[in-house]
């Protein structure tokens, strides 16, 4: 598990909005998932999962999300800060 990266603003419909994205492409109930439980070690992801995650917040929101940060999405906290990042990126 990596450090988680420091935290990044964003408004309840933005986080709810990747929490769906999240447990739609992990195949997690919504009601299962914690901020930050491991998506390989809690939930059973693979690394392949994880890029289709990427990939799926890049589509949804609009933005570009740098390879190497893919590996910091492991868990939803992360992906909150990894997407808010790149949201702050294209305004």
Partial sequence: MTAPVPETALADEERARIKDVVCEVLDIEPEE???TG?????????SMALVALGATLERTFDIEIEN??????????????VVGEALTASR
Avoid at 71 to 80: G, K
């Fill in 68 to 81: 190497w940060k893919v590996d910091l999405m492991d868990d939803l906290e992360n992906v909150f800060v």
């Fill in 33 to 35: 998932i914690t901020p």
């Fill in 38 to 46: 491991s998506f390989i070690e809690a939930y059973g992801a693979d």
